[in-house]
């Protein structure tokens, strides 16, 4: 099964509400399934992940699937870095901890259930699925009102 999923995580600061979403479109029929969800307390690194991490979750089947995402810290996280800070026992090359490690730990497992290709897109430059990913993760720090 071949699915194309993109994400976006947004946050207001750091840390402060945030929010992320995934779109996931099935290739063979178009359909396509939004998710979106927000957090009280967070950087938007942590919702960039979340965005992925709950979107591969979302597949039911081991499958093929390209990423896309306007994280850089994302794909070059999955692309470069994941194989080093596995081998350091989650420590980065300098040897401090890994930021995010339980996240990154999360998104590894559910990644590694699937052929995932990574791509990257620049962030707010008229990519579609980028712009509905980048709303939709907005729309869902507002459901966190002020309280």
Known sequence: IEVLLFTDGACSGNPEPGGWAYIL???????N????????????????????IEGLRALREPCEVDV?????????GMNL???????R??????????KNAELWRELDAEATRHRVHWHWV??????????RADRLANAAIATLGSG
């Open 33 to 52: 399934k939004e998710v979106s969800g927000a957090e009280r307390e967070t950087t938007n690194n942590r919702m960039e992940l979340r965005a992925v």
């Open 89 to 98: 026992d989650w420590r980065t090359a300098d040897r401090k901890p890994v």
């Open 122 to 131: 620049r962030g707010h430059d008229g990519h579609p699925e980028n712009e």
């Open 81 to 87: 870095w994941l194989a080093g800070w596995k081998r």
């Open 25 to 31: 479109r099935h290739v063979a029929t178009g359909k």
């Open 68 to 76: 896309w995402t306007d994280s850089r810290y994302v794909v070059d």
